[in-house]
T-cell receptor, first 115, second 113 residues
Framework: DAGITQSPRHKVTETGTPVTLRCHQT?????MYWYRQDPGHGLRLIHY???????DKGEVSDGYSVSRSKTEDFLLTLESATSSQTSVYFC??????????????FGPGTRLTVL | GDSVTQMEGPVTLSEEAFLTINCTYT??????LFWYVQYPGEGLQLLLK?????DKGSNKGFEATYRKETTSFHLEKGSVQVSDSAVYFC????????????FGTGTRLTIIP
């Protein structure tokens, strides 16, 4: 257990509304990631963070922004949700020591539906 | 760019059958290779990994060997159980400084008693 929680676990919203998903970790990991999972695509990286206030884009970053004001929280924001952003969103952290070095560990996911 | 191709599912097997899920990859460098498993309603869990050519990753009776000559990392298990029913993802990660995990599309495995 890498101590990762995501909230909310399920959300239904309407097109055009802002949505923020939260990832919280308890083990002081430096690297955190947001992925989306869609049928036929596996998981795709949206954004990642390598420290407080340090973030970078992944392969599907359009329409998403992130923030990391403290080590334990990584927020993903959809400024104006669209139906194409209906997906399951996973947060991950990177292990930093021992056998877990450089491995990514995933949270339980947030299922987002945009109507 | 990097890519991972894994066999289409779903795959349905009887308990105690032999399992192979094929995975091939395209990468510019010398990536690390991973198999993740996702049980219903849960996040992904790392099943096994290999970091260089000819390495064999193993865990819970599953094995996969990093074959550079065929750019493959096929997942095998000699005798599957009902509890192995899940979605399996092959993934790769390029070397130091690259934070992106590239995933295959996943293979859903169902084991029937």
């Amino acid at each position: 257990d890498a101590g990762i929680t995501q909230s909310p676990r399920h959300k239904v919203t309407e097109t055009g509304t802002p949505v923020t998903l939260r990832c919280h970790q308890t083990e002081n990991h430096r690297y955190m990631y947001w992925y989306r999972q869609d049928p036929g695509h596996g998981l795709r990286l949206i954004h990642y963070s390598y420290g407080v206030k340090d973030t970078d884009k992944g392969e599907v970053s359009d329409g998403y922004s992130v923030s990391r004001s403290k080590t334990e929280d990584f927020l993903l924001t959809l400024e104006s949700a669209t139906s194409s952003q209906t997906s399951v969103y996973f947060c991950a952290i990177k292990g930093t020591s021992g056998s877990a070095y450089n491995e990514q560990f995933f949270g339980p996911g947030t299922r987002l539906t945009v109507l | 760019g990097d890519s991972v191709t894994q066999m289409e599912g779903p795959v349905t097997l009887s308990e105690e059958a032999f399992l192979t899920i094929n995975c091939t990859y395209t990468a510019t460098g010398y990536p690390s290779l991973f198999w993740y498993v996702q049980y219903p309603g849960e996040g992904l869990q790392l099943l096994l990994k290999a970091t260089k050519a000819d390495d064999k990753g193993s865990n819970k009776g599953f094995e996969a060997t990093y074959r550079k000559e065929t750019t493959s990392f096929h997942l095998e298990k000699g005798s599957v159980q009902v509890s192995d029913s899940a979605v399996y993802f092959c993934a790769l990660k390029e070397g130091f400084g690259n934070e992106k995990l590239t995933f295959g599309t996943g293979t859903r495995l169902t084991i029937i008693p």
